[in-house]
């Protein structure tokens, strides 16, 4: 069992910086990759970023490239998301997710991830 729980979200102007922090407890961290999808109302979660479990491999939707950075401390069992340069079409519920199979490969479909945190909102006003 793994629990996750989501912080950091908020409102900002378009063009601002958030960190989002996720905190995972229960089975050992770092085993499994970890990522970060979002959902906006009336949209289908999608994909925003992912870390390997040894955080040694990357990778992030196209529309966040070089405005986004994933990152992990498995010292704090913690996995953040950097996010500058926020757009209007950032706005969304942001869910931290965690992939047990402990691979390097980093997934980015939701049914790959086997658990969730609650989400956090995130909110970019123009």
């Known amino acids: 069992q793994v629990h996750l729980v989501e912080s950091g979200g908020g409102l900002v102007q378009a063009g601002g910086s958030l960190r989002l922090s996720c905190v995972a407890s229960?089975?050992?961290?770092?085993?499994?990759?970890l990522g970060w999808f979002r959902q906006a109302p009336g949209q289908e979660r999608e994909f925003v970023a992912g870390v390997s479990s040894t955080g040694g491999s990357t990778e992030y939707t196209e529309s966040v490239k070089g405005r986004f950075t994933i990152s992990r401390d498995n010292a704090k069992n913690t996995v953040a998301l950097q996010m500058n340069i926020l757009k209007s079409e950032d706005t969304a519920v942001y869910y931290c997710?965690?992939?047990?199979?402990?691979?390097?490969?980093?997934?980015?479909?939701?049914?790959?991830?086997?658990?969730w945190g609650q989400g956090t909102q995130v909110t970019v006003s123009s």
């Open positions: 997710a965690a992939d047990l199979r402990g691979d390097e490969r980093v997934a980015s479909g939701s049914y790959e991830y086997d658990y």
């Open positions: 229960g089975r050992t961290f770092s085993p499994y990759a």
